[in-house]
């Protein structure tokens, strides 16, 4: 009995746990000869199988109406609708993500009968085909092969239906039996294959397309803005130096993409936190065949007067613009009513999930989220990141922030150790460095976000009397310094190898008994789009300015610097920094999987 062969490097290396039983042939054995014994199953591409949830033939659309009714019957009907979601091989891009399994050719007589089954457990979650004058034809629930097809050396194909949720329902096992009873007598072999997991992009991956929100809604009449809202501005500054990012870094223009939303797009254009992206594979004799799956964010809201529910609607931005060939979206979520008390809508945004690069021990990287006893995202959708089995999480306490996530205070970007990266972090206390050591140099009436339409504009005398007075951004740091204990133990990195941004901090009002909250008073630094490993879309910090200089912009270009990496400014302050973002919470990216 011989295993498919599987390279220590390749995608399936980690999923070969799994034993084939009964008679599994290795590709390079023939199979062309009838045998008379028993039944033998090939695995010529190995024993991963992709969750076919893409939409090769652009079959799934959305109805008029589906981007802004408050429903989740809309939600549940749009996640339905893909490839594996019916019994037809759409093409022969569909095809490719099939995983093929070969049947010996069997000498039986013509009475003889052969079945593919499931155990009745995975059933629901992979569908074999069998190919058929040149088409695949779903064996369904009975998988009858006649004494024709085992004669000829029966091709199978095999699609996963859905990713890995919960191991206590499904754990990735695809157990596919071939049994063939001929004159009285039935043997069996067996070829135990396993979904592919799902695996987050990071941010050294170039980016290879780029979205992110544009006034307006999506269909139907343009919305007037109430009065009483104060929508996100200039727009086209934001759009405009995001496009010039890009293009500097190599970024083709077709790539960077703006999105009309929702008829209510103001309330929603943080394109970061609808999605989280990843991505499965499984090794071909071409190399590996990929699929992007769009990890929907689990927010689930309901209307003021409690009568409906949806999940989070721009969410359905994914379906609309992004699901196609190559590209399915999983969502997964607890309808508010079923939830722990502790669950909050706002760690639920993907803004709150991100990934480190592989490192020693880690080869395909970690999770990282925030998330505390305080505050927590909803546990099906850890469960369902945990699942997969490949990436770890770290976790870190984001509770104090008033927005509560992850991408506000560290990032990833490339540099020169052995691992190849770093993490760049907000640090409030080299602002403060900074404004002290203006103030010494006789420029304390130096204005902070002059130009900007901010309403408040301290000079560096009067923040730096603020903050001896409230303590905010010694308070920020301690938090930081926790995370960073974290973040330091778990990876190996060492204090001197963080690079270190300046962003300064304020406590707000959080809510009706709630204490109060942290959140960034001049744009967080960190919380950036890498465009590629040397290339980082920053906001502008719109920082004092000394001898013509920002003092913020010139101690992030020579931080970054220094492990080889590019800033290109972003004008973010209107369009995102004033409504609690920055870049990395407006944009998103679909990223080049190596």
Known sequence: ?????????????????????????????????????????????????????????????????????LDVAVDERLAACNDAADEVVDGPDDAEDLTPLRAAPLAVSGRARGRVSLPAAQAPYARVFVVRGGRYVSLGSDGRLSAEDLRGGARLAVEARDIVRDPKRW????EVTLSVTDRGTTR????????????????????????????GPGEGQPVEVPAAKRPPGQWREFADSLRAAARESGLPEREVRFQPGTAQWWKDIWRQDIAEPGYVTRPTPHGPHTLRILLRSPNYWTSPDGRSASMRRAGRLLYRDLRGPGVGVIQQYTPTERREKNVDELLNFTGNFESLPPYAGRPRGRILYGSSAERRPDPSFVTMLTAQGQQPPVVLDTSWLLVGHVDETVHVVRADNARGWTLAVSDPRKALDLLKEARRGGEGGRRLFDGTDAEAKPTVDQFLRYEEHAGDNEDAARHIDGQLAVL???????????????????????????????????PALANGLSLTARDFAA????????????????ETERALAR????????????WAHLGGGEVHCATNALREIT
């Open 188 to 215: 069996s072999a067996r070829a135990a294959l396993r979904v592919a997991p799902v695996l987050l992009q990071n941010d050294l991956q170039r980016a290879q397309h780029v979205f992110a929100a544009a006034p």
């Open 171 to 174: 754990d990735g096992r695809i």
């Open 563 to 574: 492990g080889g990496v590019r800033v290109h400014w972003v004008e973010n302050f209107s």
């Open 488 to 522: 330091l133990r778990e990876t190996g990195l060492k204090p001197e190898e963080l690079v270190r941004l300046p962003v300064l901090y304020y406590r707000v009002d959080a809510g009706e008994g709630l204490p109060r909250r942290h959140i960034a008073f001049s």
């Open 539 to 554: 906001p502008d910090p719109h920082g004092p300015r000394v001898a013509g200089r920002d003092l913020f912009r010139d």
């Open 1 to 69: 009995m011989k295993r498919p062969l599987i390279t220590p490097s390749s995608p399936a290396a980690a999923l070969a746990g799994a034993a084939v039983v009964a008679t599994l042939v290795a590709p390079g054995n023939a199979l062309a000869a009838a045998s008379p014994g028993r039944p033998e199953l090939r695995a010529p591409e190995g024993t991963v199988v992709l969750p076919n949830l893409d939409d090769d033939a652009r079959r799934c659309t959305l109805r008029p109406g589906d981007l802004d009714r």
